[in-house]
T-cell receptor, first 113, second 109 residues
Framework: NAGVMQNPRHLVRRRGQEARLRCSPMKGHSHVYWYRQLPEEGLKFMVY????????ESGMPKERFSAEFPKEGPSILRIQQVVRGDSAAYFC???????????FGQGTRLTVV | EDQVTQSPEALRLQEGESSSLNCSYTVSGLRGLFWYRQDPGKGPEFLFT???AGEEKEKERLKATLTKKESFLHITAPKPEDSATYLC??????????FGAGTTVTVRA
């Protein structure tokens, strides 16, 4: 059973470009969480999704950021018009339901130049 | 808002020197407390889930315990491969995980 797969592992974007981060959850997992980790800081919650639904997006900036988890295919975290402050590691986690432990991917490291 | 505070921030141990990490929390309706290990450049690796006060879980040299206000991660006779950042997280009634800043453990041979 493959783990949570995130791609790309590293992404470099110029200021103003768009970044699309992909997350394929573990088989049988329908709950996906996105987190952001800045250097020397803890993991910060961004958004919680189930298939085709956003359950909680309270941690996501209201502008430029969006997330989706379609019926088919991976979950996507999209950042429009990136700025230097968006540079961080973005982690995706999945779980089979809302109560059991979530398993994390290896992250996407976004660098904005 | 759920809050998680981990101490100490960093811990340097000699191989074989046992110690404990602390995780204090405030949460609305605790659904679970989770411990993860994170190595540099990697994603968090799940270690334990604790659901109620008094519960204990063990895995190799690690043992996690839970009270109503805090959790401890005990490392018994650590080895250099136990060097990592250990993260504590709580899940409250809103289902999302709130993480502490972590404790970075360095074990010297």
């Amino acid at each position: 059973n493959a783990g949570v797969m995130q791609n790309p592992r590293h992404l470099v974007r110029r200021r103003g470009q768009e970044a699309r981060l992909r997350c394929s959850p573990m088989k049988g997992h329908s709950h996906v969480y996105w987190y952001r980790q800045l250097p020397e800081e803890g993991l910060k919650f961004m958004v919680y999704l189930q298939k085709e639904n956003i359950i909680d997006e309270s941690g996501m900036p209201k502008e430029r950021f969006s997330a989706e988890f379609p019926k088919e295919g991976p979950s996507i975290l999209r950042i429009q018009q990136v700025v230097r402050g968006d540079s961080a590691a973005y982690f995706c986690a999945s779980s089979p339901d809302s109560r059991t432990e979530a398993f994390f991917g290896q992250g996407t490291r976004l660098t904005v130049v | 808002e759920d809050q998680v505070t981990q101490s100490p921030e960093a811990l340097r141990l000699q191989e074989g020197e046992s110690s404990s990490l602390n995780c204090s929390y405030t949460v609305s309706g605790l659904r679970g407390l989770f411990w993860y290990r994170q190595d540099p450049g990697k994603g968090p690796e799940f270690l334990f889930t604790l659901y109620s006060a008094g519960e204990e879980k063990e895995k190799e040299r690690l043992k996690a315990t839970l009270t109503k206000k805090e959790s401890f991660l005990h490392i018994t006779a650590p080895k250099p491969e136990d060097s990592a950042t250990y993260l504590c997280a709580v899940q409250g009634s809103d289902y999302k995980l709130s993480f502490g800043a972590g404790t970075t453990v360095t074990v010297r041979a």
